[in-house]
């Protein structure tokens, strides 16, 4: 029923910054907990950070935290990562996800709905 789709993503040079977009519909944004996760070559999918769906809380993932910032428009549909000082360990398909909640989202329980995803490759 809800559908993601994810943009923004490229190559950047380490240390530099790139913002993600996920633009939804087919839902109601503004009930939806949001959050970012992304995979690696050959590692788990890593959940990056959530917003709730008031924008009043978030998360981050320990590697990430001062980094990154997740940010919602819900007059626009629209949830946003920025990032910042980028390492090339951040370098991932990064997926934007929707759920009911955002432990629902941390944890993979319930109905979660996800992007194809977006290729984010940060260069040494």
């Known amino acids: 029923q809800v559908q993601l789709v994810e943009s923004g993503g490229g190559l950047v040079q380490a240390g530099g910054s790139l913002s993600l977009s996920c633009a939804a519909s087919?839902?109601?944004?503004?009930?939806?907990?949001m959050g970012w996760f992304r995979q690696a070559p050959g590692k788990e999918r890593d959940v990056v950070g959530t917003i709730t769906s008031s924008g009043t809380i978030t998360y981050y993932s320990d590697s990430v935290k001062g980094r990154f910032t997740i940010s919602r428009d819900n007059a626009k549909n629209t949830v946003y990562l920025h990032m910042n000082s980028l390492k090339p360990e951040d370098t991932a398909v990064y997926f934007c996800?929707?759920?009911?909640?955002?432990?629902?989202?941390?944890?993979?329980?319930?109905?979660?709905?996800w992007g194809k995803g977006t290729l984010v490759t940060v260069s040494s």
């Open positions: 996800a929707a759920g009911a909640n955002t432990l629902f989202l941390r944890r993979g329980t319930g109905t979660t709905y």
């Open positions: 087919g839902g109601t944004f503004s009930t939806l907990a």
